[in-house]
């Protein structure tokens, strides 16, 4: 199993244990929210790619970069942090890009 397909149903649980425990906290219920709103870019990308060519560095690096950026917004989501997590919503997103990326490489060159 790739190291992006193998992200990505992580990232399916993550998003999955966070739906179990929403109504919890309001803090909790942003998380979810913003994790909803790029995982399904995530999860396209990483879809496409074989449907277009193999999985390549771009994408490799793009699904790491983006469970990492998920795992920091929700760690910098309590306390005095909480300024910083746009930086980590950033980072995600350039996960997703280098994900892409790879797509519109893999479609190109074909």
Do not use: C
């Amino acid at each position: 199993m790739p190291t992006e397909t193998f992200i990505l149903l992580i990232m399916s649980l993550y998003g999955a244990g966070q739906a179990a425990v929403m109504g919890r906290s309001e803090t909790l219920q942003q998380v979810h929210r913003n994790f909803s709103e790029t995982f399904f870019l995530f999860s396209a990308g990483i879809l496409l790619i074989p449907l277009v060519g193999t999985f390549g560095v771009w994408s490799a690096k793009g699904s790491v970069v983006y469970a990492a950026g998920r795992a920091a917004y929700l760690a910098l989501s309590w306390g005095a942090a909480r300024k910083l997590r746009k930086w980590a919503w950033a980072t995600s997103i350039a996960g997703i890009v280098g994900v892409l990326a790879d797509v519109v490489r893999i479609t190109v060159s074909a």
